[in-house]
Structure formats: structure tokens, C-alpha cells
């Protein structure tokens, strides 16, 4: 008989993930064990599922899969969750965390404890510098930036920013989030020739308050939060003149608030992250 895989599940306002603790322990298919697990009606239920790994270069490594079974390269409430179970289960106490992703390393500061110092709540995390350049997004289309440029989708016409945050990403700036069919839409966006490897649509409405976001991630649907596309609105919103560089960015989504800052040259989104429960499989 085989030995049941603890898990934990954890979230980052309200995008979960089923994480498994690899730093003794190999799991075998995670693609496939991903597909099984995320099924909320006859699973564990998430939107995909994490492996925390040892690294060589950082206080651990990250991979992530999605609810498709397709391996994502970079998770933004995702690593902050990492980061907490680093600190919290693994006990690496430090107010400075170093996360090996498929996009890179991230910094994880913790920026707020529960007062014994045991557990952390919630990290400000370096997300790196986007990427504009279409080839390497990646997306088609001409010239050196895609910044509110038309794309037909479907029947309709869309003004676009593209950019990448270690992972493709469309922003669509729009009036009305809430009413938005986004199971019909979201797909489209995914899957349009335009983005050859698949794309994380963000619809969103700018406001001097802010930003309100609804996301369709690519091998996931829609999801309560992204930290990526979060960063990603925050960084086409100054793009597109509803904010200033170095402006802290509320970014409002339905599980959730993160606060983005695009400096110009990097992206700092603070946001939480939380234990929803242990098990094992």
C-alpha cells in the first residue's frame, strides 16, 4: 500500500494552491496529480498545485502547475504563500527570503508577523522588472512596446497592453468588470493566435482610487487573484496615464487586495497569505 503525501493548503486572497513539502520527499507526475487534485467537486479542490523544492542558489524552489496540468513559470500570491510556509513550517526566521522560480529568484520581505515572531502574514515581494518587448512575452505584434493597440477578438475590437511579469499577460481597460461574461470571453483571449503560448487576461477599470480586476488565467479559468496579473494591470495603469511611477497601486480583486508599486525599473506587490488546511492524500 503507498504511503499517504501530506499537503498543505494555503492562499493568497482566495488563489489556492495544494503545496507538497519536496525538500525530503519526490513527487512522482505532479502534472497529472495536479489535474486530479484541483477538481473541487471530487478533490482536494485549488487552482493547481505547488512544490516546494530545495534550491542551491535560495532558501527554496518553487514549481508550480496549474488546474490543467500545464507547469507555470511564476505565481505571485503563490510564492507569498511559500514564503509563509517557509517561515512559519520550515522555520527559516528571516525578513528576507529568496524563492527560486522558473522566472527567476524573488525577494520575499515580511513586512507584518503575528507579534511572537512564529508566524508571518504578509511579504512584500520583488516581482522583477516586466517585459515589453513582444518576442519575448510572447506576443504577435509589431514594434517594441504593445501598449492600448487594437486586437480583434471574436467579433469584437479590444485596445490591449501586453507585458510579461515571468509569465504573458493582456490588460484590457474597461468601464464595467462585474457584468463582464468572462466564461465566454476569457478563453478566447487565452487561446487567440496572438499569444502563441497562451495568455492571463486582466479586465480592468481604473479609478483614482485604484484598480477593480477580474483575471482569466490561462490553464486555470477565472480565479478569485493573481499577483502577476495584479502587477501587470498596475504596470500597464502607468502605461496608459492613470498612474505615476513609484505611486502605490490599490489593486482590488474578488478574493482581495494587493498593493502594487511599479518603480519604472521593478514591480513590489504586498499582499497576504494564509493557511486554509492541513491533509494528506
Given at each position: 500500500m503507498t504511503a499517504p503525501i501530506p499537503f498543505v493548503k494555503m492562499h493568497g486572497i482566495g488563489n489556492d494552491y495544494i503545496f507538497f513539502d519536496c525538500f525530503e520527499n519526490t513527487l512522482r507526475d505532479p502534472s497529472n496529480l495536479a489535474v486530479k487534485l484541483s477538481d473541487r467537486h471530487f478533490s482536494v479542490g485549488g487552482d493547481g498545485i505547488v512544490l516546494i523544492l530545495p534550491s542551491a542558489r535560495a532558501d527554496a524552489k518553487m514549481r508550480m502547475f496549474n488546474a490543467d496540468g500545464s507547469e507555470g513559470k511564476m505565481c505571485?500570491?503563490?510564492?507569498?504563500c511559500v514564503g509563509k510556509y517557509l517561515y512559519d513550517v520550515r522555520g527559516v526566521r528571516k525578513k528576507f527570503l529568496h524563492i527560486e522560480t522558473a522566472s527567476g529568484?524573488?525577494?520575499?520581505?515580511?513586512?507584518?508577523?503575528?507579534?511572537?515572531?512564529?508566524?508571518?502574514?504578509?511579504f512584500r515581494v520583488d516581482m522583477g522588472r516586466p517585459e515589453f518587448l513582444p518576442a519575448r512575452i510572447p506576443a504577435r505584434f509589431d514594434g517594441e512596446t504593445v501598449v492600448s493597440q487594437p486586437l480583434t477578438v471574436g467579433?469584437?475590437?479590444?485596445?490591449?497592453?501586453?507585458?510579461?511579469?515571468?509569465?504573458?499577460?493582456c490588460v484590457v481597460f474597461c468601464g464595467d468588470v462585474i457584468s463582464l461574461d468572462l466564461e465566454r470571453v476569457g478563453p478566447r483571449f487565452e487561446r487567440h493566435a496572438a499569444f502563441p503560448e497562451r495568455v492571463n487576461t486582466e479586465f480592468v477599470r481604473a479609478d483614482r482610487?485604484?484598480?477593480?480586476?477580474r483575471v482569466w488565467e490561462r490553464g486555470?479559468?477565472?480565479?478569485?487573484a493573481c499577483g502577476t496579473g495584479a502587477c501587470a494591470?498596475?504596470?500597464?495603469?502607468?502605461?496608459?496615464?492613470?498612474?505615476?511611477?513609484?505611486?502605490?497601486?490599490?489593486?482590488?480583486?474578488k478574493g482581495g487586495r494587493l498593493f502594487i508599486c511599479y518603480t519604472g525599473e521593478t514591480v513590489f506587490m504586498t499582499g497576504p497569505a494564509a493557511f486554509s488546511f492541513r491533509g494528506e492524500i
Open positions: 505571485g500570491n503563490a510564492v507569498r529568484v524573488r525577494t520575499l520581505e515580511v513586512v507584518e508577523t503575528d507579534g511572537t515572531g512564529r508566524e508571518a502574514l504578509s467579433a469584437e475590437t479590444y485596445l490591449v497592453t501586453c507585458l510579461s511579469m515571468g509569465n504573458p499577460h482610487d485604484g484598480l477593480t480586476m486555470s479559468g477565472e480565479t478569485l494591470a498596475a504596470v500597464a495603469a502607468v502605461l496608459n496615464g492613470y498612474f505615476s511611477e513609484g505611486q502605490p497601486i490599490e489593486v482590488r480583486l
